[in-house]
């Protein structure tokens, strides 16, 4: 039975790693990020959920600071892996991903060549594309270019938010890793280079930062509706009204003719709060102002109501 080393850290990779010990796979050893300082005073050590999983699954386990440590690669080399699975990790040294006989391969969350990069679901959505999905490919020396073995589609529902999009490809994307995984070992798969046409515009999938997360009143209502949703719920778009920071988790679409100037606040003070943009408005149903829980609308305006009623 091949030897199968995982790689990975977020909650995403470990559907993946379940999906490896629940179907029998030999995974001989699981590599996952130092733990992380957390807690107000940052002063707890928390563990990453694939480390989580890996104790409970007595798997051994490695949280190598630099991927390059010669003490890592030693322990690593002595677990004779034949296949290593990578998802959600850090970008590997050449000498850790030449390491298996049979090849280490990624697991992606986007239809590759489309949306390389650290946020591949958040910016499918902001750009209203109609469908995403998962690749699974070979490592090579670039990030996100290596050929590609698998790709599995889903569809992106208007209703769709980063989370729920997630979570699909979260279960999709373990099933097409233990696909990949069986293909490898059968022989019965060669990769396939990433072909870009001259008429195809490649979309990236940058790392998201907090000034890219606020709302441009000024867009239309379509263009904010996704962002609002691809950025839902975390790390979540925001925006300043009133004088009040607001982070905005789902809104409404409000298609309408107008002549308000763009980010004009029409407020009834009780149940509506909604904002003029280009071609109509947008309507803000749950919030979260700095400080406070998170709340639906009619809620935050019992007690604001007023403060936006007359702006």
């Not at 977020?10 to 999906?19: D, I």
């Not at 480390?51 to 386990?61: E, F």
């Not at 000498?95 to 391969?105: I, N, Q, Y």
């Not at 979570?167 to 373990?174: A, E, Q, R």
Request: net charge positive; aromatic share 8%; with cysteine.
């Amino acid at each position: 039975m091949a030897r199968i080393v995982f790689m990975g850290t977020p909650e995403f990779a470990v559907e993946s790693l379940r999906a490896l010990v629940d179907g029998g796979y030999n995974v001989v050893g699981v590599v996952t990020a130092p733990d992380k300082p957390a807690g107000k005073h940052q002063n707890i050590l928390q563990a990453s959920p694939v480390k989580r999983y890996a104790i409970s699954k007595n798997l051994p386990l490695m949280q190598p600071e630099k991927l390059k440590d010669p003490v890592f690669l030693e322990q690593l080399k002595a677990l004779r892996a034949d296949i290593q699975v990578i998802v959600a990790f850090r970008m590997l040294p050449e000498v850790v991903w030449t390491m298996p006989k049979l090849g280490t391969f990624n697991l992606h969350a986007s239809l590759l060549p489309q949306y390389r990069g650290a946020a591949p679901i958040n910016w499918a959505i902001i750009n209203g594309e109609k469908e995403t999905g998962v690749t699974t490919f070979l490592l090579d020396c670039e990030i996100d270019t290596g050929k590609i073995l698998f790709q599995e589609k889903i569809p992106i529902h208007e209703t769709d938010n980063s989370e729920t999009v997630h979570d699909k490809l979260m279960v999709v994307g373990s099933q097409l890793v233990l696909k990949t995984v069986d293909a490898i070992v059968l022989g019965t798969v060669k990769g396939i280079e990433q072909r870009v046409g001259m008429s195809t515009v490649l979309r990236s999938a940058p790392k998201i930062f907090k000034e890219i997360c606020r709302i441009d009143w000024t867009k239309t209502v379509e263009e904010i509706y996704n962002f609002v949703r691809g950025l839902s719920p975390y790390p979540a778009a925001w925006t300043d009204l009133a004088t009040v920071n607001l982070k905005v988790f789902d809104v409404g679409k409000i298609f309408y003719h107008h002549t308000l100037p763009a980010g004009t606040i029409v407020c009834d003070g009780k149940d509506h709060l909604d904002v003029a943009v280009a071609d109509g408005f947008i309507r803000l149903n749950e919030i979260q102002q700095t400080g406070k829980r998170r709340m639906k609308i009619g809620d935050f305006l019992r007690g604001n109501g007023k403060k936006f009623q007359n702006v």
